[in-house]
């Protein structure tokens, strides 16, 4: 716990400037409707339009210049392999991104769009994963795990150090949750420096793999339906450093409805003008659920991305 700290407060210092502050915005109208003190987290206007881009430039930085130039390969949905690509470019090295056929369409050209070969494999998000592992492993190539990796956790957890700088004295903290990644970094961050803000792990219902884990005590399979959290569905790598982490970080875990899911996308671009990404949803929702618990008290709900097809967008929220 403590040496993750640490790469936390490195990369919060040397991933500047290519890793914007992202900034904390107040919410009056959710603040009005809530009776919270609402403020709002922007990772959707990180670099590639989610947190993704942190952990990604930090892992690239903690690799040798000969593995960068002989190239990375990593597993995504989307947003990782984004941040990747980016990453990627920006430090010369080349970028191959699996994927599920399912994956995203858009995001999967903002992928290519950056410069990064795509390979889509016809299997499961955790069968995907295992075997990009093991293609990478076969051509020698450093393998960027969306989750699995020190390195990447301490990249998000840049953004709890961020929140910790914006606003000291929040009472909670709210992030999706898929493999973890993010919410490791960002509750590691908070117990270092302190803070007294519960951090809240935010779950749709339909892919809860991670919560179900934490209950088990172990890297369970769960069976997930559809959500319009598709950043956050997906299995957990049987050895995945997250789970005792977030076991360690995580205060309360709330489950949401894909429908809350819809109204708290469709809330957000009422109040604040953003069209955000499911998972994005997924904490507002979770906030929302439990609002009356905290009322008059400071709360920071992380949008972590944006990238959503517009249609998709519009049908989500009609």
């Known amino acids: 716990m403590e040496d993750l700290f640490d790469r936390i407060l490195d ?114 998000t955790l069968e995907v994963e295992l075997e990009a592992a093991r293609r990478a492993e076969a051509e020698g190539l450093p393998f960027i795990s969306p989750y699995n990796d020190l390195d990447v956790i301490a990249g998000q957890g840049t953004i709890g150090a961020e929140l910790w700088e914006q606003h000291a004295d929040l009472a909670a903290v709210f992030a999706s949750v898929g493999g973890g990644g993010l919410i490791s970094g960002i509750g590691t961050a908070m117990r270092g420096f302190r803070a007294p803000a519960r951090i809240v792990g935010c779950w749709p219902e339909n892919a809860p793999t991670l919560q179900r884990c934490i209950e088990a005590g172990r890297v369970i399979q769960v069976e997930e339906t559809e959500t319009i959290s598709d950043g956050t569905a997906g299995g957990v790598d049987p050895d995945a450093v997250t789970l005792p982490i977030a076991r360690r970080v995580i205060d309360r875990s709330v489950l949401v409805t894909e429908m809350e899911i819809r109204d708290a996308m469709k809330r957000l671009a009422l109040s604040d003008r953003w069209m955000v990404e499911g998972a994005a949803g997924v904490a507002l929702a979770s906030f929302l659920k439990i609002a009356p618990e905290l009322q008059g008290q400071s709360v920071a709900i992380v949008l972590c991305g944006r990238n959503i097809k517009l249609d998709t967008f519009i049908e989500a929220v009609r």
Not at 20 to 44: I, N, R
């Open 11 to 124: 990369a919060h210092v040397a991933l500047r400037p290519q890793v914007a502050q992202t900034p904390l915005e107040h919410s009056p109208m959710l603040s009005a409707q809530t009776g919270c003190d609402v403020w709002l987290k922007c990772e959707h206007l990180q670099h590639t339009g989610s947190f993704k881009f942190r952990g990604a430039s930090n892992k690239l930085r903690m690799l040798g210049a000969a593995s960068r130039e002989r190239g990375v390969a990593t597993v995504s949905t989307g947003n990782h392999g984004q941040g990747v690509a980016l990453a990627g470019k920006l430090a010369s090295a080349p970028v191959t991104v699996y994927a599920s056929t399912s994956a995203s369409s858009v995001k999967l050209d903002a992928i290519r769009a950056q410069g990064a070969r795509v390979v889509t494999i016809d299997a499961s």
